[in-house]
């Protein structure tokens, strides 16, 4: 491991509404080049960091990392628990580099036991769009496109993860805030199924 960082990634034990699984997250705006308007207004992982600046530096350093190291894939196989069977990727953050997304296409083909999945919307950007395709083809990670009533609609065949007051939205309810399920992990339906969408509730 580089010396410069020394420190670990910040993978963290998910909250009550993911569950008991593993989370990876970055820096919120800051590495969101596809977030709309309405995306920076209502952004939680931005109330989350203003409120718990902990979290904010974990998130910041985990970029520094990604940024900076070129073995941000072995720093990332190191810190993620050999026993992790699920990791959402960006609670707060997203894809914001080609070669970033590729370190994670690297890290889904070195643990093929590991379900990975997250919300993004820099399929919206022409220069990460292709990149993004490469990873949503492996077999082992679920992307949705995030999308809001301000913006179009991805690509044919990406699940979409949809806001309620979007009228263009169809898809499941997000079972754990209609309180059908206690948490992302028992509910399973963005990471288990392959098709479908998802309507979330403004947080």
């Excluded at 820099?122 to 992307?143: A, D, F, G, K, V």
């Excluded at 496109?145 to 979409?160: C, I």
Aim: glycine content about 4%.
């Amino acid at each position: 491991m580089n010396q410069e960082f020394a420190t670990p990634l910040c993978v963290a034990m998910g909250n009550k509404k993911v569950g008991r699984v593993w989370t990876f997250s970055l820096p919120s705006l800051l590495t969101c080049p596809g977030a709309s308007a309405w995306c920076r207004e209502h952004c939680y992982a931005r109330r989350m960091e203003k409120f718990r600046p902990n979290c904010r530096q974990a998130y910041l350093r985990n970029f520094m990392i990604a940024e900076n190291s070129r073995q941000f894939v072995q720093h990332a196989l190191q810190s993620l628990p050999e026993d992790a069977p699920l990791v959402r990727i960006h609670v707060g953050g997203d894809f914001y580099s080609q070669d970033y997304i590729g370190e994670w296409e690297a890290i889904c083909k070195a643990r093929p036991d590991v379900k990975f999945w997250a919300y993004t919307r820099s399929w919206n950007i022409p220069s990460l769009s292709s990149t993004l395709e490469e990873l949503r083809e492996q077999p082992n990670i679920q992307l949705f496109a995030s999308t809001d009533y301000t913006m179009p609609l991805p690509p044919e065949g990406w699940r979409v993860a949809f806001i309620e007051n979007d009228p263009r939205a169809n898809g499941m309810p997000c079972k754990e805030q209609q309180e059908e399920a206690a948490s992302c992990l028992t509910c399973g339906y963005c990471f288990r199924k392959k098709t479908g969408n998802v309507v979330l509730k403004i947080h």
